[in-house]
């Protein structure tokens, strides 16, 4: 069987709407079995139900780790459930934590930012320039 790529809109129509897309996107969940995402694919749905559906962050965290949990193949699945971790226990927008702990795995210390709630990111040092 060959891998099949899931985008971000079949999260959105599972974790955000109800119709016939999303009960079609929740049956293929249930029937194909070498799905796979990306990092960028979860930081979209992120981005998507918070901005776009209004959707509070625990429900957010909540459906994130139904992803990261499955059998969906995910690239830095690891990574990302530490990614998601932080997020849920700090107050920190998605895609700068995702890029602390992507420089932290690239130990990568010090970042050039005038993002001056970075300071949350104790392994790294901001950097003005």
């Known amino acids: 069987m060959k891998r099949k790529?899931?985008?971000t809109n079949i999260f959105?129509?599972?974790?955000a709407r109800n119709g016939d897309k999303s009960e079609k996107c929740k049956k293929l969940l249930k029937q194909?079995?070498?799905l796979r995402t990306s990092s960028l694919v979860i930081s979209?749905?992120?981005?998507?139900?918070?901005?776009?559906?209004?959707?509070?962050k625990e429900y957010i965290?909540?459906?994130i780790k139904q992803v990261?949990?499955?059998?969906?193949?995910?690239?830095?699945?690891k990574l990302l459930m530490n990614v998601l971790n932080f997020y849920e226990s700090h107050n920190v927008d998605w895609t700068d934590c995702l890029n602390m702990?992507?420089?932290?795995?690239?130990?990568?210390?010090e970042v050039y930012?005038?993002?001056?709630?970075l300071k949350v990111y104790g392994w790294i040092t901001r950097l003005e320039p």
């Open 113 to 117: 930012s005038y993002d001056k709630g």
């Open 44 to 56: 979209e749905l992120e981005w998507v139900l918070r901005y776009a559906y209004k959707i509070n």
């Open 32 to 34: 194909e079995h070498l």
């Open 68 to 77: 990261l949990l499955s059998d969906i193949d995910v690239d830095n699945k």
């Open 61 to 63: 965290s909540t459906y």
């Open 5 to 7: 790529f899931l985008d």
């Open 101 to 109: 702990f992507l420089i932290k795995d690239q130990k990568i210390s």
């Open 12 to 15: 959105v129509e599972i974790f």
